[in-house]
């Protein structure tokens, strides 16, 4: 009987539920945020425990940046990995970036071994769909929070981003999608929707985190620890009755976005019990709102509102110390010359990413019939 591993977590509400059933089950492989979305970003999955008898549990998500990959005895024990697991859509998100390393870690050991591992990917559909945004990571900041070449917002699925990243990277591994409906799955029931990490909530999250996830970058709060994490930001010292800031902010996209002004207090991580005075963010037109555009100009406009207060911040960001998460978020050097240089134009950075958006579409493009 072929020995089996599985890479998943509550997203797959139905794989999830009934991969114990799996003939020949041997790894459990976690990743960030655990099986059932217990932990909150960059915390240790190492001391979890499951009880599912005889079922070997790999956390892929440890105490150091070697735990994120599969070792040579993990996957000599191993015939097949299966792929079910939810994403979000934004190349910062980890989920994905699981994927690829076990891609990678599967390439190396095929190139010493006879054996060969199987990878089977349930075809999981991206839950904000094709449109994209942004611009390709660079090469030097290639993180757990992105891999290089891709956008901010790929448009792909599951399965595609992986051929891409096949193609891409020329990995000597075996894919094979696997195609399956059934009625818990989001396309069959669009009310539906399984919180794949803490902060991930709602659908409409997603739309918000494309550009909102670099405000982790900041000292603002990007809303973990209240109930609409991403869509709700502020800190305590902004303004929310400074009209001029209010018009700066949707200057470009009023009729995509309304901001709501509001007070509220974190539970946890940043301004923990500390009032904080922001926005929510509502989203009038998601097939229109640019969520990416729409930040990056947020922040250079808090930056020269409160040059005092707005602050990147410096420190480790995934395993990483060497890069801010400014620079791992953002990825791009002219995005970030974009928040340094204020001669620096929204239009001229609104024509950057169209040109590498446009480029994005025609490189996937020939990837088609591998998909």
């Known amino acids: 009987m072929k020995k089996i591993g599985i890479l998943t977590n509550q997203s797959a509400y139905s794989t999830h539920y009934h991969f114990q059933k799996i003939d020949g089950l041997h790894t459990l492989f976690l990743p960030e945020h655990g099986l059932f979305a217990e932990l909150q970003d960059q915390v240790s999955g190492s001391s979890l425990k499951y009880n599912y008898g005889k079922v070997k549990i790999v956390n892929l998500y440890g105490d150091s940046e070697s735990s994120l990959y599969v070792d040579e005895k993990d996957l000599s024990e191993l015939d097949e990995i299966i792929f079910d697991i939810g994403d979000v859509g934004s190349r910062y998100y980890t989920f994905l970036t699981t994927c690829f390393y076990i891609l990678q870690s599967v390439h190396t050991y095929h190139n010493f071994s006879k054996k060969r591992i199987k990878i089977k990917i349930h075809e999981n559909k991206n839950p904000i769909g094709k449109k994209i945004e942004g611009t390709p990571l660079e090469n030097k900041y290639s993180s757990f929070v992105g891999v290089e ?82 869509q709700i930001f502020g800190s305590p010292y902004i303004n929310i009755q400074d009209e001029k800031l209010i018009k700066e902010l949707t200057i470009y996209q009023k009729e995509n976005v309304h901001l709501r002004p509001l007070l509220f207090m974190p539970t946890f991580h940043k301004y923990k019990d500390q009032i904080c005075s922001g926005f929510q963010m509502m989203i009038k037109d998601k097939n229109k709102f640019d969520s990416l555009l729409f930040t990056i100009h947020l922040l250079k406009t808090l930056k020269k509102f409160y040059p005092e207060n707005f602050q990147f911040l410096k420190g480790v960001y995934e395993f990483r110390s060497d890069k801010s998460a400014i620079e791992l978020l953002s990825g791009d050097d002219i995005i970030l010359n974009y928040f340094k240089d204020e001669s620096f134009k929204y239009k001229s950075i609104k024509d950057y990413f169209n040109m590498q958006e446009s480029k994005w579409k025609k490189k996937i493009k020939k990837f088609s019939l591998l998909f």
């Open 149 to 230: 070449t891709v956008l901010h917002r790929h448009g792909l699925s599951i399965f595609q981003l992986m051929k891409y990243y096949q193609h891409e990277f020329d990995l000597n591994v075996d894919l094979a999608k696997i195609d399956y409906t059934n009625k818990y799955k989001f396309k069959e029931n669009p009310f539906l929707w399984i919180p794949p990490s803490p902060n991930i909530p709602t659908l409409e999250t997603c739309y918000a985190y494309v550009g909102q996830c670099l405000i982790e970058g900041t000292n603002l709060s990007e809303g973990r620890g209240t109930t609409k994490p991403f």
